[in-house]
């Protein structure tokens, strides 16, 4: 008995071990079509119609998804095989850019079109992101939740500069255009459905006797909100956002406006100057998501949360003091704070949670920690309007710091992870 159940324990680990690359390698693929997508999808408007509005109603038809499904896509998750809506997720992706290039390239699209692509794809990102979290413990086991999501997230990480870059250069060459970009979309989440079909769960699901719809939905909420550890990270996240995504959907603009060129550019557009920023950004963001497993294991998630934080704030606060090219190694530093902050969170959903409530919890959280994401957005940019940009980086960055002293100071994160 004791021989068969090392073989078990050995066949489990083997497979764990194994899931762990079809799981990196196809959302890797998959997220460089997202920000291919984050491009060109407000790009192909903005050539399409010029209009303002349009470009609030694609970001608007993108993330409300999240507002409207994330709750009940929780108690969805929690009652079906994951795997297969994870499959369906990336085919509904998937066709939804076939049949937007399909209309580019007999010039019949119109912006409704659009429109209801990005909400197609935002719905099925609700689905998919909450799933695949609470997928991963079966099918790597808690021991490789760290490995995976570190390596998810330096994928992101990469993902966010190389796949508007990419974007760009296929749109901006007239023999290749807007339909070979929304194909090559396709083709990202067509690659992500296949090597999810490679994945062999490692450990099987536990099943609970169903409830009522909401009932479920109220044993997920309840669950996070007496977590004194998911409750404090998850209402954190939520400030976060709501001071940080000014900060991030200003960097372009605050960088071609507040941040000299170097000699070496300043012949060249602000284009190139905002983008070798950005480039130096992402390399020294891509280090230091590379090393966090190697600080988890010298400290705990709950420290990388608060250390990120810290990152975070410090980085984009020395880049609105300093204003000079080479902030962008600050900007770097909070970069990876922010890729910290993300994988400490999402490591902790997934080893705090029961497992017949990861659907549940792990979605309520996320749709939490967006909620203020929107605010953040209108009002970040209607402050900058009124009295600068420089003004709302040192407020929203010192605010970071301000949580981050907070959770840390007063313990918050202090108990056990484990539930």
Known sequence: MAIDHDLTNL???SRASYNVRPIVWGQAISLFGDYIAYFTLPYFLVVLTGRELDLGLVAAAETVPMLLFGFSAGVILDRIRLRPMLVFADIARSLAFLLLALGVY???VAPYMVFAAAFIVGSMAVFFDSGLQAYMPQAIGEELLLKANSALQLARTAAFVAGPVIGGLVVGLPAIGFETAFILNAITFAASAVFLTMIRPAYERQRQPRLAFFDEMRAGLGFLMRHAVLRTATLAGTVTNLVFTPLEALLVLFVAAEIPKLEQLAGLSDGVHVGAFIGVQAAVGSIGV???????????LAAMFIAGLVMLGSGFLTVAVTRTFWSAIAAGVGLAGVGWVNVALTTLRQTSTPEHLQGRVIAASRSIAWAGLPLGAIVGSAVADLVGMVPVYIAGSSAV???????????????PAAA
């Open 106 to 108: 007999s010039d019949s």
């Open 290 to 300: 590379a090393i966090a497993p190697r600080v988890e294991r010298h400290s705990s």
């Open 401 to 415: 710091i301000v949580v981050a002293l907070v959770v840390g100071g007063r313990r918050m994160l202090a108990e």
């Open 11 to 13: 066949r489990r680990t």
